[in-house]
């Protein structure tokens, strides 16, 4: 089909302003990779944009060496792991009884939940429950109070409502209890629904620096996104010693430390992320198209 | 087991007592207990803590022996300049952000729709949907380099093009601009996704329709596109205009710093502020209700005119 030269003109518009909008996402990243493979006086003297000059790898090999940062890493996947594993469990089972219209009650156990969306206790009176409650300073006040996410039970129970009953029905017939028909029969058939909020919560682990920031003291319980905090505030002694360090024996900048301390805990994000896109898209596609 | 089946399966659905429904699916209710427990201690035990707004809180004295003052938090509240220019502040950042950055994602994602070349518009997607999956703290990080006086290059291009360099993080007049801008670097991709969604409901018989009848592209977005997303707009808005008060307080709390409080101190990050570092439970929480409070009413009100004027809400 022949197109029309407003039609031409708009294609034209249109690609040229998606490569745009792509470079400009791409842009920060490629800035910040460049500051953390380039010598100190390269940085310092503010000479490096998109490429690399004087390229230098001794960045990347004190940030992995540095004790209090791989101490940060492994809270932060210790916290991911365990978080993600309980909270998708906790919702799911969750998700499963509510998603019965049998279920006597149903539609105010829903309003218990969905009311904790709309309306909260706010910032002080949680913070002194979970000082009552000695969590304080713990792992588990990060993970506890975030077991179960309303906005992710509600997605997951629209995709057990949609699949068909003739499934639960044959189950029955079969002999099979509530929880055999969800674990044997739902659970494999919710892969995808399951996969895209297992991604949620664990973006929501390996993010969080905000409840660390409130709860946690302790130097060597906090997260890598509270560390890395500190680091951009340049207050903590990880960049006081890399700058003392830094001057003695490498040829690296204080702001090439923060760019490949922020670089290496980007990259478990980018590791992931193109496996599951797939799913996210086609979970997310599930979860608001229902309403 | 073998004789409870046919009340399960309950074909003629007869009124059965709730006890006997209950009992018989027991092992429903049973999946319903950790996610109930967690609910009522972490979710509703903060709401009953609320209470501490009327009382003179000490932490030693607890809640039960601390002294009953009414509503005298509430009192100092609308009469404390500081509160009049955090919920000045918390306005402002969120009226920027809606309506600078709540129609960016629909146009985004009718110009995505019109990409015709799938492996570019593919890759394009996998781009801008990333940076919603990286921490404010990254977020943060990336732009106060990009943005910086020293070496950034924003302010390398500034001054190529003439201009003086712009301290962006420290600077009363741009730091909102950066606030709105780099949140919408961040979620704009990602909120395309829920739209893109949208148009795959559309049926696709009315495009061939009107391109029969001769409408060009730009007619089809507009008679056909725009009008099959509206319902899902309306949505969005509704779930917009309950964090209407929220502002962005990660946000705000991973990028400000005293220089530019005047600006960007908001409701979330004052609470933050003053309620943790100068302990001031009692009065904080009376700031923190407000704005829950405001955020419920936005809710329901935008929810109750949705329903009554385009007959669809969220519940």
């Known amino acids: ?291 | 087991m073998a004789s409870r089946e046919p009340n399960l399966l309950r074909s003629p659905r007869k009124r059965t007592s709730a006890w006997t429904s209950i009992r018989s699916e027991w092992d429903l209710y049973l999946l319903l207990v950790p996610g109930i427990c967690f609910l009522l201690l972490f979710k509703y035990t903060p709401m009953y803590g609320i209470s501490i707004a009327f009382q003179d809180f000490n932490i030693f004295d607890g809640m039960a022996a601390s002294p009953w003052v009414g509503f005298e938090h509430f009192e100092r509240l609308f009469t404390s300049s500081d509160f009049s220019l955090v919920l000045r502040n918390t306005v402002i950042i969120s009226l920027l952000k809606l309506v600078i950055l709540f129609p960016l994602p629909i146009i985004v994602a009718i110009l995505l729709n019109e990409l015709k070349n799938m492996a570019f518009k593919r890759s394009i997607q996998t781009v801008i949907y990333l940076p919603h999956f990286l921490s404010w703290i990254i977020v943060s990080g990336l732009f106060i380099d990009l943005l910086s006086v020293h070496g950034g290059i924003v302010n390398k291009w500034l001054e190529q093009l003439g201009f003086a360099p712009i301290a962006f993080f420290m600077n009363n007049d741009y730091f909102r601009s950066v606030l709105v801008a780099t949140a919408g670097w961040k979620e704009t991709g990602w909120s395309t996704i829920v739209y893109l969604a949208a148009f795959s409901t559309i049926d696709p018989g009315l495009y061939e329709a009107a391109r029969m009848d001769g409408a060009s592209r730009f007619r089809q977005i507009w008679h056909i596109t725009l009008p099959g997303i509206a319902p899902i707009i309306v949505l969005m808005f509704i779930l917009r205009l309950g964090s209407l008060f929220e502002a962005g307080t990660e946000q705000i709390l991973a990028m400000y710093n005293p220089t530019v409080y005047k600006v960007s101190d908001v409701i979330g990050t004052y609470v933050y502020r003053v309620g943790m570092g100068r302990q001031e439970y009692s009065f904080t929480t009376a700031v923190g209700l407000f704005e829950s409070v405001i955020g419920f009413i936005l809710v329901i009100s935008g929810n109750y005119l949705s329903r009554k004027y385009l007959k669809r809400g969220i519940w």
């Open chain 1, 1 to 291: 089909m022949r197109l029309s030269w407003p039609e031409r003109l708009f294609n034209v518009f249109n690609y040229s302003f998606f490569t745009l909008m792509g470079l400009t996402t791409l842009l920060p990243f490629v800035n910040l990779l460049a500051k953390s493979l380039s010598s100190e006086n390269a940085v310092v003297s503010g000479r490096v944009s998109l490429l690399p000059i004087d390229l230098q790898f001794g960045t990347y090999r004190f940030v992995l060496q540095d004790d209090a940062f791989l101490n940060a890493l492994r809270v932060s996947v210790t916290l991911t792991l365990i978080g993600t594993a309980l909270s998708l469990f906790v919702t799911t089972i969750t998700a499963y009884p509510l998603s019965k219209p049998r279920l006597r009650g149903r539609k105010w156990l829903l309003l218990l939940f969905i009311f904790t969306m709309l309306f909260s206790g706010g910032l002080i009176p949680t913070y002194l429950l979970m000082h009552n409650l000695n969590l304080v300073n713990t792992l588990p006040v990060l993970f506890l109070p975030a077991m179960v996410n309303v906005y992710n039970m509600l997605i997951i129970k629209n995709y057990f409502e949609g699949l068909p009953d003739s499934l639960e029905e044959s189950a029955k017939i079969d002999g099979a209890g509530n929880l055999r028909i969800l674990f044997l029969i739902y659970l494999p058939l919710s892969m995808p629904v399951l996969a895209t909020i297992a991604l949620f919560f664990a973006v929501y682990y390996w993010n969080d620096y905000f409840n660390a920031m409130i709860y946690i003291t302790n130097p060597s319980l906090k997260p890598m996104q509270l560390f890395l905090k500190e680091l951009l505030a340049a207050s903590s002694d990880f960049i006081r010693n890399a700058a003392i360090n830094a001057d003695a024996e490498m040829n690296t900048a204080p702001q090439s430390i923060q760019a490949a301390s922020i670089l290496v805990a980007t990259v478990p994000i980018l590791i992931v992320y193109p496996f599951l896109q797939k799913y996210f898209v086609k979970g997310v596609l599930v979860g608001s198209v229902k309403e």
